[in-house]
C-alpha cells in the first residue's frame, strides 16, 4: 500500500517507465517537457543517458504519485523494462497511467505482432515470463483498452488529466499539512528513528478532531518509500474491529505487506502466529489509526518481537492508558493549532475575500482550538457573501465553549434532503460500503445522492469516501445525535439506542419515527408485537437481536412505508400478517425462524424487493412463489437446512444476479432455469443431496462463477455446456461427477477439481483456455500428469496430487 486517500508528502509527482531505443526522443521526450511546462515535479534521473540501478529506480517510482508506462515493441523484448513493470503493478496498481506508443492492445499478446511466436514460446515454459505476461495483463485490464474502444491519446490529454488531479490532491495535501508537517519531521527524525534498526512501537494519542490521523498519514507517506512497500494503513480501527471483527483485521494487514490474495483466517489466534511468523522476518511499517480497546493491539501488535528488524508500528488513540498498557516506546500527545496555524487552516478552506480578514480572524478566535471545526466552518464559508460570514460570527459568538454547538452551523446551511442524508448517514451508515450507502439511499426515494454526498464533502462532514467506505468523524456523528436528541421528545426520527425505542408510548412520537437500528444484547423475552404498529413513517429498520427467545413474540404489522427491513434471528414463523410490502427493496433476515416464505395470501406483489437474504434460516422449508418477486437481483438461502426443494417459479427471475443456495444440505433438485438471464453468480456448495444440475433452456451468456463443491453431482455434459463466459468453476469434492463438458470456456481464469475420484480425464478442448490462471487436480482420479498442461500461458498455481502419492505438485506464482 504505497498511497493512501489522504496523501501526503511525496518525493515526486510523476515517474515515467519506458524503453530509450524507442521513445526517449519521441513520446517520452514530449511527455517530459510537457510535464515541466506545468511546473509538475517529475523524476528526471531516468530521462535521458543517466544510468540509474534498479534499487534507486524502484524507490523513486514508489514515491511518485503517479507512473506512466510507455509500453512499445521494444520495452516488451526488454528484461530490465518488464522487470520494472512487475515492480509498478506490484507497488503502484492504482496510479498508474499506461501509454502504448505505435502499437494496439492486440499486438501486445499477438504471435504475428511485434513480438513474434518465439516470446509466446518462453511465456510457456519461464516463470519469469508468466509473471511479466500477467503484468501486461494488468495494465490492459486496467487501462481497459480493446481493440474496438482503444484509442491512443496524445501527449496534451495524458499531461491534463494529471495536473487535473494533482491540482486537486494538492489543494487537500497542503491544507492537510498546515500546523503537522512540523510535528511529521520530529516525529521521523527523534522517534522514529529510521534506518537505526530494531523495533519501536510509537503512541499518538489526543483528543478527537485535533488531527491524530492526519499526522500518522502524513508520516505513513513520507516513510513507507523505504519499507519496499511492506506497509499497511489500518484506519477507523475502532469501528472495523466491530464490523468486520479482528481476524478480518489481520487478514487486512497480510494482505496489504504481502501482496496476498484471498487468504482466510479463521481465528484471532490463527492470525496472531500468521503475523508473528511472516512479519518476523522483514522490516514493515503498521499504522494503528483509532484504537480504543487493548485487544486490538493484543491482535494486531502484540509485542515487537513479532516484526523484523526495522519495523516501525505506530498506534494513534484517544486513551493515553491504553499505550502505556502496551508498552510503547515512546508516547506523542498531539498539540493543537497555535492561532496563526488555525487561522491559516480556516482560510485554506473558506479563501476569503480580502475585505474579510478581520472576519476571519474573529471566526477563528471563536471557533475553539480543534482542526476539524476550522476544516468544517471554512468548507461552510466558502464562496459565502459577507452577511452569512456575520451571521455564523453571531451564532459562533452566543454558543457556549461546546465544539460540536459550533459544527452545526454548517449542519443548519443544508437543504432540506441534504440535512435528512447527513443524519442517515452519521447515524446508522458511518464506516459502510458506499455501494451499500448507495442502495439505500436510492430506497428511500432520494435522487442526485452521489451530488449530494460530493456536497457533504466539500463542507467537511464526510471526512472522506476511502476505501470504498463513508467515513465520518467520531465528533461529526456525536453532533448528529446531538441534532436527534434535540427534537425529543417533541419528534422521534432516529432511533439508535434500545432504550429510546423502549421509552416510545404516544402514537404522535411513534408517529415522527423514520429509521430504526437497535441491538437487543439481552436474554430476556421480547414482545414486539405492538411496537411498530403506530410507526406509519418507518422507512428503514435494522435490529440485530444476538438472543433469540422462545417467548420473543413477533411483530403484528409493519409501516407499508418500509424500504428497508434487515432483522437477524426474527423470531416470526411468518412475516406479519398486514405486511404492505410494495415499498421494499431488501428483506434481510438471516437466522430467523420463518417457517414458509411469502405464504400470507395477502402479502401480494412486492415489485421493488431486490434483495432477500433467508441464510442461516433452519426452519425454512418453501418460499410458495417467487412471482411476487419479478425484480429480485439477490437471493441467498445460504444454510436453509431444512429446505427440500424450490418453487419452479424461481427459474424465471429475469433480473437475478445472485443465487446462493450453499449448504442446503436437504436440496435434492433444483428446478430448471428457464429465463434467469442475467445470473452472474450460481452457488450449490454444500447441497450434498443434489445429484443433478438443474436443466438449463436458454444459454446463460452473463454467468460468470459456478460453485458445486461438495455437492452429489455426476454429470455436466449437456446443461454446462450452454454457458460460455465461465471466470471460475468449483467443482472440489464431487465425488460421484465422472463427466464433464465446458464447450468452449474462452475467459474462463480458475478450475477446481480437487477430491474427484472419480474424474478420469480433463474435457476434450482444455488447451483451449488460455486464460486460466489456476488450476487444482489434487486427488483426482486423474493418475498421469496431463504435460499439456503446461503450454497453457498464463497459468499461475498448478497443484497435482494423487492418493497413492504424498505430493506431486507444482505451483508457480507472480
Known amino acids: 500500500m504505497a498511497s493512501k486517500s489522504l496523501s501526503v508528502l511525496w518525493k515526486y509527482d510523476v515517474f515515467i517507465s519506458y524503453k530509450r531505443k524507442d521513445t526517449g526522443k519521441t513520446i517520452t521526450h514530449d511527455l517530459y517537457t510537457a510535464l515541466r511546462r506545468r511546473d509538475i515535479n517529475l523524476y528526471e534521473e531516468n530521462i535521458g543517458s543517466h544510468y540509474q540501478d534498479k534499487e534507486t529506480l524502484n524507490d523513486a517510482m514508489i514515491s511518485s504519485r ?122 521521523i527524525k527523534d522517534l522514529l528513528k529510521i534506518g537505526s534498526g530494531g523495533v519501536r512501537m510509537i503512541g499518538i494519542y489526543g483528543a478527537s478532531g485535533g488531527g491524530k490521523t492526519t499526522l500518522a498519514m502524513a508520516i505513513y507517506n513520507e516513510i513507507s518509500c523505504k519499507f519496499s512497500g511492506r506497509c499497511s494503513f489500518i484506519e477507523n480501527l475502532k469501528d472495523d474491529s466491530r464490523e468486520l471483527g479482528l481476524a478480518k483485521l489481520q487478514e487486512k494487514v497480510l494482505t496489504d505487506v504481502f501482496k496476498l490474495n484471498g487468504m482466510k483466517i479463521m481465528s484471532i489466534g490463527e492470525g496472531k502466529h500468521l503475523i508473528k511468523e511472516r512479519m518476523g522476518r522483514f522490516g514493515v511499517l503498521i499504522v494503528l489509526d483509532d484504537v480504543d480497546d487493548i485487544s486490538q493491539l493484543d491482535a494486531l501488535a502484540g509485542s515487537h518481537v513479532w516484526f523484523g528488524n526495522g519495523s516501525r508500528i505506530i498506534i494513534t488513540t484517544k486513551e493515553k492508558s491504553l499505550l502505556e498498557a502496551h508498552g510503547v516506546d515512546s508516547i506523542h500527545q498531539i498539540e493543537l493549532l497555535k492561532d496563526g496555524e488555525a487561522l491559516e487552516l480556516f482560510n485554506s478552506y473558506a479563501a476569503p475575500k480580502k475585505e474579510y480578514e478581520k472576519l476571519s480572524l474573529e471566526i477563528v478566535s471563536s471557533a475553539g482550538d480543534l482542526p476539524l471545526t476550522f476544516k468544517v466552518l471554512g468548507s461552510f464559508l466558502h464562496d459565502k457573501e459577507e452577511n452569512v460570514w456575520t451571521s455564523a460570527l453571531n451564532d459562533l459568538m452566543l454558543t457556549s465553549t461546546e465544539t460540536l454547538k459550533k459544527l452545526k452551523i454548517s449542519y443548519d446551511a443544508l437543504e432540506s434532503d441534504e440535512k435528512e442524508i447527513f443524519l442517515d448517514l452519521a447515524i446508522f451508515f458511518k464506516n459502510r460500503k458506499k455501494s451499500e450507502v448507495l442502495d439505500i439511499l436510492s430506497a428511500f426515494g432520494y435522487k442526485s445522492i452521489d451530488n449530494m454526498l460530493q456536497v457533504l464533502v466539500d463542507k467537511s462532514l464526510i471526512s472522506t469516501i476511502s476505501d470504498g467506505r463513508v467515513q465520518i468523524h467520531d465528533l461529526i456523528q456525536e453532533m448528529a445525535r446531538c441534532i436527534i436528541l434535540e427534537d425529543l421528545p417533541k419528534k422521534h426520527s432516529r432511533i439508535w439506542q434500545v432504550e429510546q425505542l423502549l421509552k416510545i408510548r404516544r402514537k404522535v412520537e411513534a408517529a415522527k419515527i423514520n429509521g430504526i437500528q437497535v441491538k437487543f444484547d439481552n436474554e430476556r423475552p421480547m414482545d414486539f408485537s405492538d411496537m411498530f404498529t403506530d410507526m406509519k413513517n418507518l422507512r428503514y429498520l ?33 412475516l406479519p400478517q398486514g405486511l404492505q410490502a410494495k415499498e421494499l427493496v431488501v428483506i434481510c433476515m438471516a437466522n430467523s425462524k420463518i417457517r414458509q416464505f411469502s405464504k400470507r395470501k395477502n402479502l401480494g406483489l412486492m415489485p421493488k424487493l431486490k434483495i432477500l437474504d433467508l441464510s442461516g434460516s433452519k426452519y425454512l422449508t418453501a418460499i410458495a412463489s417467487f412471482e411476487r418477486l419479478p425484480n429480485l437481483e439477490r437471493l441467498i438461502l445460504q444454510n ?96 460421484n461427477l465422472t463427466n464433464m463438458y465446458f464447450g468452449f470456456c474462452p475467459l474462463l481464469r480458475s ?19 488460455q486464460l486460466l490462471e489456476e488450476l487444482i487436480l489434487d486427488y483426482t482420479g486423474i493418475r498421469e500428469f496431463p504435460a499439456f498442461i503446461l503450454n497453457l500461458p498464463n497459468l499461475k498455481t498448478l497443484s497435482f496430487r494423487r492418493g497413492d502419492e504424498d505430493s506431486t505438485s507444482k505451483t508457480n506464482q507472480p
Open 542 to 574: 435494522d435490529i440485530n437481536t444476538s438472543h433469540m427467545s422462545k417467548a420473543d413474540k413477533e411483530p403484528k404489522v409493519f409501516s407499508s412505508n418500509l424500504r428497508w427491513l434487515s432483522w437477524s434471528s426474527y423470531p416470526g414463523k411468518y
Open 66 to 187: 503517479f507512473v506512466i508506462v510507455v509500453i512499445s515493441k521494444n520495452y516488451l523484448r526488454s528484461s530490465w523494462c518488464m522487470d520494472q513493470l512487475v515492480n509498478i503493478i506490484e507497488s503502484r496498481y492504482d496510479k498508474i497511467i499506461p501509454v502504448l506508443y505505435d502499437m494496439n492492445p492486440h499486438a501486445v499478446f499477438s504471435a504475428t505482432g511485434p513480438l513474434g511466436a518465439k516470446y509466446h514460446q518462453m511465456l510457456r515454459y519461464a516463470n519469469k515470463w508468466r509473471k511479466w505476461a500477467l503484468a501486461l495483463q494488468n495494465v490492459i485490464l486496467l487501462a481497459g483498452w480493446s481493440n474496438s474502444s482503444y484509442r491512443s491519446k496524445s501527449v496534451e490529454e495524458i499531461v491534463e488529466t494529471i495536473s487535473l488531479e494533482l491540482s486537486s490532491v494538492k489543494q487537500n495535501d497542503a491544507r492537510n499539512l498546515i500546523g503537522i508537517k512540523p510535528h511529521a519531521q520530529h516525529f
Open 640 to 735: 436453509c437446512s431444512k429446505l427440500v426443494s424450490v418453487d419452479p417459479s424461481i427459474g424465471y427471475l429475469k433480473e437475478l444476479v445472485l443465487l446462493d443456495m450453499s449448504c442446503c444440505s436437504k436440496l435434492q433438485s433444483f428446478p430448471p432455469i428457464v429465463q434467469m438471464t442475467s445470473l452472474k453468480v450460481l452457488i450449490f456448495s454444500g447441497c450434498t443431496k443434489l445429484t443433478e444440475f438443474p436443466e438449463i433452456y436458454w444459454n446463460m451468456d452473463c454467468l460468470e462463477h459456478l460453485n458445486l463443491q461438495n455437492t452429489r453431482i455426476q454429470d455436466l455434459s449437456s446443461a454446462i455446456g450452454k454457458v460460455s463466459n465461465l471466470i471460475s468453476i468449483d467443482l472440489c469434492n464431487c465425488q
Open 751 to 769: 478450475l477446481k477439481l480437487s477430491g474427484c475420484p472419480g474424474l478420469k480425464k480433463l474435457p476434450v478442448g482444455f488447451f483451449k483456455m
